[in-house]
């Protein structure tokens, strides 16, 4: 069964500094899609990155980018200037396209502080 | 604005009670899906659907009805409120349910059953 874990419950980045949210994840697949959503005090899940697993460019998108890692099932974040508003929960994902479930399956989360 | 409404924001059921949670989509997304979103576990999927007409399970169904007569709309039936359902839920739509979009999540209801 896929898994996804984030073994960081909470970080904390100083404002203007670089931070890294670590995601691995079990797959026996070889083509799938990963992605990283932000969800912050609102609840709104909001969508910062994708990567399908097919491209080994590491996909970028302004001040996040990923560093995807097939062979170790690594998909880590990397929020660099890191703003006030960048605090939120960060939540890993991992989708089959095969699957006609849809199904997205989450890590549990890492919840991000941004200091002044 | 386009998106996914969820309605309501907010419920507080007692047990055995019933309730529909709403959701609606405008940008013609094929596929939609309930999850369901618990302190340290991530979220969880309850039930989906690829089209209107067509529904299946989730990873945790029970408890939960859903029917899709519409694109647009996707409502999520609790039959008689447990404890158990005390959750924040989203309900969230894509494009189609194979290729890698990400979804559009709705606002997200948060529910408590007393």
């Known amino acids: 069964a896929q898994t996804v874990t984030q073994s960081q419950p909470e970080m904390s980045v100083q404002e203007a500094e670089t931070v890294t949210l670590s995601c691995t994840y079990d797959t026996s697949e070889s083509d799938y899609y990963l992605f990283w959503y932000k969800q912050p005090p609102s609840r709104q899940m909001i969508l910062v990155i994708r990567?399908?697993?097919?491209?080994?460019q590491n996909a970028t998108e302004n001040r996040f980018s990923v560093n995807f890692q097939k062979a170790a099932k690594s998909f880590s974040l990397k929020i660099s200037d890191s703003q006030l508003g960048d605090a939120a929960m960060y939540f890993c994902a991992y989708r089959l396209p095969s699957s006609n479930t849809g199904k997205l399956i989450f890590g549990q989360g890492t919840t991000l502080q941004v200091k002044p | 604005n386009a998106g996914v409404t969820q309605t309501p924001k907010f419920q507080v059921l007692k047990t055995g009670q019933s309730m529909t949670l709403q959701c609606a989509q405008d940008m013609n997304h094929e596929y939609m899906s309930w999850y369901r979103q618990d302190p340290g576990m991530g979220l969880r999927l309850i039930h989906y659907?690829?089209?209107?007409?067509?529904?299946d399970q989730g990873e945790v169904p029970n408890g939960y009805n859903v029917s899709r007569s519409t694109t647009e709309d996707f409502p999520l039936r609790l039959l008689s409120a447990a404890p158990s359902q005390t959750s924040v839920y989203f309900c969230a739509s894509s494009p189609d349910g194979r290729r890698g979009y990400g979804y559009t999540f709705g606002s997200g209801t948060r529910l408590t059953v007393v």
């Open positions: 990567q399908e697993a097919y491209k080994q």
């Open positions: 659907s690829v089209g209107a007409g067509i529904t």
